[in-house]
């Protein structure tokens, strides 16, 4: 007897049986399941927020690599100084554009840092290991970024002092030659082509200056308010500090004084146990004499 073609769906029967045991479960069984699911999901995320570093630490870093930029940002302002001091013959002005974008962007970098090393002050909820950590990482990098805008300030004034040098006449930047045999004779009084263009490249240079003079005073006022917060914040740091220090010293000298008077109470507590016992070893001693003395005119 032959037989048509057949499917095996003992498998999908399964599979839709087990689904209709687990729907019909109680509701609360689920309710039960959830509420596992959520406490191990939570112990699971105290868990990973009890081995991550605490928030200081990433903004201690953050500090760390906007110092970090903040060298090699001067670096490069310091070959840019110098590349724009060269006297040139094209009427490019690339450098001094490259020299305004990154003393924006260093001055950007300092403000910004000064303002993770704010956030670094605030230490709530934390012990006091934890604490003395942090103030003495706040106080040495405040430090460091103080005399980096110190050397920062310095590096502007150094390269204005030369841009003002250079706008001398005489000092190696361009001067009007004009020739004294025309003056000498009445050929003509007026300027010859050489000349004027002389006068309007001079022109042009000077206005660049001007501008660079502009920009470099003004990234030394922003600097040095950035320092000026700075000082206030190291000031800061360093009374906390003064004062840890004073509370140390005041805690010291109060144990000091409490041993020496737990010394002196022993001492008062040992004398007065060894007046007791003489007292009542001459108790002893008179109570004895006595029965001696009534025993022998007894008997």
């Given at each position: 007897?032959?037989?048509?073609?057949?499917?095996?769906?003992?498998?999908?029967?399964?599979?839709?049986?087990?689904?209709?045991?687990?729907?019909?479960?109680?509701?609360?069984?689920?309710?039960?399941?959830e509420?596992?699911?959520?406490?191990?999901?939570?112990?699971?995320?105290?868990?990973?927020?009890?081995?991550?570093?605490?928030?200081?630490?990433?903004?201690?870093?953050?500090?760390?690599s906007?110092?970090?930029?903040?060298k090699?940002?001067?670096?490069?302002?310091?070959?840019?100084?110098?590349?724009?001091?060269?006297?040139?013959?094209?009427?490019?002005?690339?450098?001094?554009?490259?020299?305004?974008?990154?003393?924006?962007?260093?001055?950007?970098?300092?403000?910004?840092?000064?303002?993770?090393?704010?956030?670094?002050?605030?230490?709530?909820?934390?012990?006091?290991?934890?604490?003395?950590?942090?103030?003495?990482?706040?106080?040495?990098?405040?430090?460091?970024?103080?005399?980096?805008?110190?050397?920062?300030?310095?590096?502007?004034?150094?390269?204005?002092?030369?841009?003002?040098?250079?706008?001398?006449?005489?000092?190696?930047?361009?001067?009007?030659?004009?020739?004294?045999?025309?003056?000498?004779?009445?050929f003509?009084?007026?300027?010859?082509?050489?000349?004027?263009?002389?006068?309007?490249?001079s022109?042009?240079l000077?206005?660049?200056?001007?501008?660079?003079?502009?920009?470099?005073?003004?990234?030394?006022?922003?600097?040095?308010?950035?320092m000026?917060?700075?000082?206030?914040?190291?000031?800061?740091?360093?009374?906390?500090?003064?004062?840890?220090?004073?509370?140390?010293?005041?805690?010291?000298?109060?144990?000091?004084?409490?041993?020496?008077?737990?010394?002196?109470?022993?001492?008062?507590?040992?004398?007065?146990?060894?007046?007791?016992?003489?007292?009542?070893?001459?108790?002893?001693?008179?109570?004895?004499?006595i029965?001696?003395?009534?025993?022998?005119?007894?008997?």
């Open positions: 007897m032959s037989v048509g073609a057949t499917r095996n769906i003992t498998a999908t029967f399964l599979k839709y049986r087990e689904l209709a045991r687990t729907a019909a479960k109680p509701f609360r069984v689920d309710i039960a399941v509420g596992e699911s959520s406490r191990l999901v939570d112990a699971r995320a105290g868990a990973m927020g009890a081995s991550l570093p605490p928030s200081w630490v990433d903004d201690s870093e953050e500090v760390a906007d110092m970090k930029k903040i090699e940002k001067m670096a490069d302002l310091t070959k840019l100084h110098g590349r724009s001091l060269l006297v040139t013959f094209d009427d490019s002005n690339e450098d001094e554009t490259s020299i305004e974008v990154m003393t924006q962007e260093v001055t950007r970098l300092f403000k910004r840092a000064e303002q993770r090393l704010r956030k670094l002050t605030d230490g709530a909820n934390m012990s006091s290991e934890e604490e003395k950590v942090r103030k003495n990482i706040l106080v040495a990098w405040a430090t460091e970024l103080q005399k980096l805008s110190m050397d920062f300030r310095k590096q502007q004034k150094g390269y204005l002092q030369r841009v003002q040098a250079q706008q001398k006449p005489g000092a190696g930047g361009i001067s009007l030659d004009f020739d004294s045999k025309a003056e000498e004779e009445d003509d009084m007026g300027f010859s082509d050489h000349q004027m263009t002389q006068v309007t490249t022109d042009a000077v206005r660049e200056r001007d501008h660079e003079v502009t920009n470099i005073v003004q990234a030394i006022n922003d600097l040095a308010q950035v000026k917060d700075l000082s206030v914040l190291v000031i800061d740091q360093g009374s906390i500090v003064d004062r840890i220090d004073y509370n140390c010293e005041q805690v010291k000298t109060k144990v000091t004084e409490g041993l020496t008077q737990v010394v002196k109470a022993e001492k008062t507590q040992k004398k007065g146990r060894m007046i007791l016992c003489i007292m009542f070893l001459l108790a002893a001693v008179g109570f004895m004499l029965v001696v003395i009534v025993k022998s005119i007894l008997f």
